[in-house]
């Protein structure tokens, strides 16, 4: 088949979860052409089958704005035309899924078949603003199919938008062959000093990821004289804030904000808990990454984190901002070898279970036949 794959090149997991499926269904045979307004993040090796466009956006003195959306319609357009797809796969409602329907409306050829994946925020957060629920309503009522990556974000979906269309539940996935615990002694050793324990969060920093909370469960831990760092990664608009707390706080020495990183499997080897005590996740891509390989979360219990951590088993779930009952979690897990091994078992086992990617991709691979069948 002939897929293109539109999604947010660098901005957070919608873009990984649409590169890492584009590339597995690329090793499947599948021809796929990534379109974006800039390389996606994680495209950063040949392979067979893959080819990306990148969307130009004309600048006009009129437009104060950029016209995104008619700039990627345009770019979709050139691509069914010279490259003959068969699905459009929009990741991330807006303005990816708008894009898709006009595409095919211009067209008009009911042959080319358009596959929305709901991520996230999309649903619950921006595309709740007035001025955008009914484009989102509009572009989930005329896509051919839907996908979201929880069951949780699949209620929310019918309960905000209240929309009769079929909504699969395809999980996010990861290749266990990849993640994997490795041996981190030359890492260790640039993180923290031999006695401490390494809690680690990655994210894009956003208000949602409520990232500061991080810093109030490190706080709980030395006080109760645990020696611990906290190593966070990424970077974004609640940095400034977070560093500003832990240096209200006194503990600054304590964090290393190490700032965007790519090399996440040997960092995460290194972690002893993942912390996310995020406002709002639908599935909470960067928990299954520390599971796969060996870490522990502790998280909020909201959204679609349930889903992927199980409380008790492979990690803790909190009431959201319960920061004092999360550091409760982290020094209970990490003061217990016998059950952080546990934990650590559990959530590698969980991880290939349940999101393996051999297992997840057939999913999506269903999903574009019957619609090329139908
Ligand atoms: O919805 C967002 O905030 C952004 C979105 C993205 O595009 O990065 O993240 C979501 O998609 C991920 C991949 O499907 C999920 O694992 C994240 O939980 C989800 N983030 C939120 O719901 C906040």
Redesign the pocket.
């Known amino acids: 088949m002939k897929i293109g794959m539109i999604c ?1 090149p660098t ?7 649409a590169t890492e499926l584009g590339q597995e269904l690329a090793n499947r045979g599948h021809e796929i052409h990534f379109i974006s307004y800039a390389m996606p993040m994680r495209l950063d090796t040949f392979k067979d089958n893959i080819y990306y466009h990148e969307v130009e956006i004309p600048h006009y003195p009129l437009f104060e704005f950029h016209l995104y959306t008619l700039a990627l319609t345009g770019k979709i357009l050139d691509v069914i035309k010279y490259e003959n797809l068969d699905i459009i796969h929009a ?2 409602a807006i303005p990816h899924a708008i894009s898709g329907i006009l595409t095919k409306q211009i067209i008009g050829d009911s042959r080319v078949k358009l596959v929305t ?1 709901l ?7 921006i595309g709740m603003e007035p001025a955008f629920n009914p484009i989102v309503k509009y572009s989930l009522e005329n896509s051919d199919a839907i996908t979201s ?2 069951k949780y ?1 699949k209620d929310k979906t019918y309960q905000n938008f209240n929309i009769e269309k079929e909504i699969s539940v395809v999980p ?1 996935f990861i290749d266990t062959k990849l993640y994997k615990r490795n041996e981190c002694k030359n890492v260790k050793k640039h993180l923290s000093s031999k006695d401490e324990i390494i809690l680690m969060h990655i994210s ?1 920093f ?1 208000q ?2 409520r990232v500061p909370d991080t810093i109030l469960i490190l706080k709980e831990i030395l006080d109760a004289g645990l020696p611990a760092k906290l190593v966070l990664i990424g970077d974004g608009p609640e940095r400034n804030e977070t560093e500003r707390l832990a240096r209200e706080l006194n503990i600054i020495d304590n964090v290393k904000f190490l700032g965007k990183q790519n090399a996440f499997i040997e960092l995460l080897s290194c972690a002893d808990i993942f912390l996310l005590p ?1 406002q ?7 928990a ?1 990454e520390a599971m796969a390989c060996g870490v522990p979360v502790v998280a909020s219990n909201i ?2 984190i349930p889903e992927v951590v199980v409380h008790g088993e492979t990690g803790y779930l909190a009431e959201l901002g319960d920061t004092k009952r999360m550091a409760k979690y982290v020094i209970d897990l990490v003061t217990n070898s016998k059950k952080w091994q546990i934990f650590s078992d559990n959530s590698i086992k969980r991880a290939a279970k349940e999101f393996e990617i051999s297992k997840i991709i057939p999913h999506y691979e269903n999903i574009y036949n019957n619609l090329m069948n139908s």
């Open positions: 947010y901005y957070g997991g919608s873009g990984i979860v990741h991330y994946t991520h996230g925020t999309d649903i619950t957060l990556v929880s974000l996010n894009n956003r949602v990821k995020s709002s996740e639908s599935f909470g891509l960067s299954l959204g679609g």
